[in-house]
C-alpha cells in the first residue's frame, strides 16, 4: 500500500528563549545527553508537545534514545518556544525529533498520522489544561481533553497497532475530595468542565484496556510546575509577577483564592513517571504526587521571599493584602479569579508509584519555589533584592 507522506512541520524556528538554559535542575536533560544516547529502536509519538509537561518528555524520550515524534496544531505564530532547542533540520539524516500538524478534533489527522508512524508508545499529553477557563469554553474542552482521548484509542485499535497509551489524567478528578491523602481507589468528584472532560479520559482509557487488552494506562498527576509553566497557571502567574514587580513592570500582583491547597511537584520528575508507567509489565493507573499540600498563599510568600520581597499579610477574604517591605501593596485579592465551584484541597499519595514503579521525585517543594522565581527574574534581567527568610503563612 503507498503511504501518503505525512503533513511535516515546516521548520519555522523562532528565538530560543535564555530560559530553557539557566537552569541548574534542567543540567541533566540538556541536549548534549540527548545527542550522545544510543538509539533505542523505539518510536513515541506525543500529542501536547509544545506544552510545559510535553517538552520535558521529548527531552527525556531523545537521552533515552527514541525517535521522538511531536504532533503540533496549528497557530497563527511559532508556538514552539518550549521545544526550540530541540528542533533538528528535518532534511538530514538520523532526525530523532520530528514534528507533525495534527489536532486532537480532527480523527483523520490522528489515524494518518498514527498509521504512518506506527509508534510503539503514545503520550496523550494534549488537553485545553485550564481549569478556570474551561468555565467559559465547556463543549470545547469536553471535546479536546475528553473525546480526543477515544478519537487516539480508536486510531490505534482501528489501525491493529502495538502500542501503549499514557492518558495524562489529573488530581482535578478528585474535586471536591472524599479522602485524604488522594490515592488510586479515591472516588472521584470533578468540580469543573476540566475535570468532567478528563474524568471521561480517564474511564474510556481503562476500558479500552479491559475491553480489547491494550496497554492503556492513566496517570493521575497532581500539580506539577516548573520555568516552562504556562503564565496563566497561579504558581508561574507569581513567580512571573514577583520579576514583574522588581523589574518595575507591574505595581501589583492579583490573586484569587489563596487559601487553596495543591500538591506542587515538578514536571520533569513527573515527565520520568509516564515513562515509567509504559515500562511497566502490566498496565494499571497511577498517582503521581510530592504528598505534601500548601496553600497558595505560602507558595505566593515563598516566592516573593526569594525575589527579595518579603511580604506580610493583612486583612481577610477580598480585603486580604500582602504588603511588600516597604510597606506598599504587592498583592491583592481579584475575586475575578475564583472559580464557579473550587477544589479546595489537594494531596496526592503517590506509594504505589514508588512501590511498583520505583520512582522517586528528585525536586522539592523549595527547589522548585526558588528555581521557577530564578528563572523569572533572570528571564526579565532583574536580580533579586536581598533573599529573606520567607514569612509563609
Ligand atoms: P499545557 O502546557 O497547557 O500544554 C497543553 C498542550 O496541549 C499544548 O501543547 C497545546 O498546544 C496542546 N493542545 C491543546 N489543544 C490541542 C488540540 N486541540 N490539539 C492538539 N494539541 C492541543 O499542559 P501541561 O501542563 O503540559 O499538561 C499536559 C497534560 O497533563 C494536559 O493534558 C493536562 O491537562 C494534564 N495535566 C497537567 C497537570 C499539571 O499540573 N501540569 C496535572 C495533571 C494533568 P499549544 O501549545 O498549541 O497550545
Ligand atoms: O494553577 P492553577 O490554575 O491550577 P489548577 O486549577 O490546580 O489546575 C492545574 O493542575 C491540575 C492538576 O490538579 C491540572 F489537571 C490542570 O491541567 C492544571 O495544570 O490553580 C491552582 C489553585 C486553584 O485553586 C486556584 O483557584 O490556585 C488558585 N488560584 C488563586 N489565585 C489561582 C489564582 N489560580 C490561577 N490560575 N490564577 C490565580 O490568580
Known amino acids: 500500500m503507498e503511504r501518503r507522506a505525512l503533513p511535516f512541520y515546516e521548520e519555522t524556528r523562532s528565538k530560543t528563549y535564555a530560559e530553557w538554559d539557566i537552569l541548574p535542575l534542567l543540567d541533566s536533560w540538556g541536549e548534549n545527553v540527548i545527542r550522545r544516547s544510543e538509539k533505542s529502536g523505539k518510536k513515541a509519538l506525543i500529542t501536547g508537545v509544545t506544552g510545559q509537561d510535553g517538552s520535558y518528555l521529548a527531552e527525556i524520550l531523545l537521552a533515552k534514545g527514541y525517535e521522538v515524534w511531536g504532533m503540533v496544531r496549528r497557530s497563527s505564530s511559532p508556538n514552539t518556544t518550549r521545544i526550540d532547542h530541540l528542533i533538528e533540520d528535518p532534511r538530514g539524516e538520523d532526525v530523532r525529533f520530528r514534528l507533525v500538524w495534527g489536532d486532537l478534533n480532527d480523527a ?43 478519537r487516539l484509542l480508536e486510531g490505534i485499535r482501528e489501525n491493529g497497532l502495538q502500542t501503549s497509551f499514557y492518558q495524562a489524567s489529573s488530581s482535578e478528578l478528585y474535586g471536591k ?89 515538578f514536571a520533569g520528575d513527573y515527565a520520568e513517571a509516564m515513562w515509567l508507567m509504559l515500562q511497566a509489565e502490566q498496565p494499571s493507573d497511577y498517582v503521581v504526587a510530592s504528598g ?14 526569594r525575589a527579595g520581597l518579603p511580604l506580610s499579610w493583612q486583612g481577610e477574604g477580598v480585603d486580604e493584602v500582602g ?54 527574574l533572570e528571564l526579565l534581567g532583574v536580580k533579586a533584592l536581598e533573599p529573606q527568610p520567607s514569612t509563609a503563612g
Open 108 to 150: 483523520s489527522s490522528l489515524n494518518h498520522i498514527l498509521r504512518s508512524i506506527g509508534p510503539n508508545e503514545v503520550y496523550n499529553l494534549a488537553a485545553q489544561s485550564d481549569v478556570k477557563i474551561s468555565f467559559d469554553i465547556p463543549e470545547y474542552t469536553g471535546d479536546i481533553t475528553g473525546i480526543g482521548a477515544v
Open 177 to 265: 475530595v472524599v479522602e485524604s491523602p488522594q490515592s488510586e481507589t479515591t472516588r472521584f468528584y470533578p468540580r469543573s468542565p476540566y475535570a468532567a472532560a478528563k474524568a471521561y479520559a480517564f474511564h474510556i482509557t481503562r476500558n479500552y484496556r479491559e475491553a480489547y487488552d491494550m496497554f492503556a494506562v492513566n496517570g493521575i498527576l497532581f500539580n506539577h510546575e516548573s520555568p516552562r509553566r504556562g503564565l496563566n497557571f497561579v504558581t508561574r502567574k507569581i513567580t512571573h509577577g514577583a520579576a514583574q514587580i522588581l523589574a518595575g513592570k507591574l505595581d501589583c500582583l492579583f490573586l484569587g483564592n489563596l487559601n487553596a491547597r495543591r500538591d506542587w511537584g
Open 292 to 305: 505534601e499540600t500548601h496553600p497558595v498563599r505560602e507558595f505566593c510568600a515563598l516566592a516573593f521571599a
Open 323 to 376: 504588603l511588600g517591605p516597604d510597606g506598599d501593596v504587592l498583592v491583592r485579592v481579584d475575586p475575578r479569579y475564583f472559580r464557579p465551584a473550587e477544589v479546595d484541597l489537594l494531596l496526592g499519595d503517590p506509594t504505589k508509584a514508588k512501590r511498583e514503579l520505583g520512582w522517586e521525585p528528585k525536586v522539592s517543594f523549595m527547589e522548585l519555589v526558588n528555581s521557577m522565581v530564578d528563572a523569572d
